[in-house]
């Protein structure tokens, strides 16, 4: 709509100051026909929007000029007050940062905006948390989140899982990332990631590195996230479900592409595992709506857990029985 993109040139001139009308056009994706008219009509509108010719000329706005928010629409308002976390802004040390500019916001916004801000806010909460974890307890985020806007090489002391398990680390880092409720870190060189909630130590230096051109943190911990799943289910087991029966993540993707039926109902899949021991407990959860055919360890460790609860319920009586 029109409206929404002379809205949007002006807060592109609020933000970067000068821009040619070709600049305008290609964040835009419009014609640079269709900027002049935009530049005509706030013109027109009483903005003082000015046009200057030659090699560094371009649009720009007179000095201190600022607009208010009025442009946003409704779901945009709602979306901005749906994207603040408080949590996680409190644990970076950006808590009242975070508060402050929403009331700025709202303050800047329209009566019926500002019903639509206030409806989200009341209607929607966001905790990253899973339910059977606390947050981590992480000491030590606010000083790396520092490092990471200035750009500061960290010295750390950091316990991994295997020996030795405390190491120094001389970490780069580039960005942070909160999953589930918990706090990673990824630093070069490498890059690595490292959680946060597990930095023992850590000391900021005064060496600055240069963050990698072209790193895009977002790409970064999505294949990541696939390489960890790829590294955790290393083994494989063949299963026969009952009807109704299903299961979650990787396993339950593998049923839907390649389960195939029986004729007893039953479905009948090969699922990735992380080990023996990890499915064992996960099976043993859907007790008789699953069957393991292989592999063979661990078909027999689950039969030997049956066993051993048939024989320890088998011989034991219910409290006040005869």
Known sequence: MKSSRLVSILLLLQTRGRMTAAQLAGELEVSVRTVYRDVEALSAAGVPLYGDAGHAGGYRLLDGYRTRLTGLTADEAEALFLAGAPGPAAQLGLGSVLAAAQLKVRAALPAELRAHADRISGRFHLDAPGWYADADDAPHLPAVADAVWSSRVLHVLYRRWREPTDVERRLEPYGLVLKAGRWYVVAGPGPRTYRVDQILELTALEEEFTR??????????????????????????????????????????????????????????????????????????????????????????IARTVAELAQRYGNSRAPGGD
């Open 212 to 301: 990698p051109g072209g790193f895009d943190l977002a790409a970064y911990w999505a294949a990541y996230q696939h390489g960890f799943h790829d590294r955790l289910h290393r083994g494989e087991a063949v299963v026969r479900l009952a009807p109704g029966t299903t299961l979650t993540g990787p396993a339950g993707e593998a049923v839907r592409r390649d389960g195939r039926t029986d004729d007893d109902g039953w479905t009948r899949a090969t699922v990735p595992i992380e080990s023996v021991d990890h499915a064992h407990a996960e099976f043993l959860r859907l007790g008789t709506a699953i069957e393991v055919l292989a592999p063979d360890e661990l078909r027999s460790k």
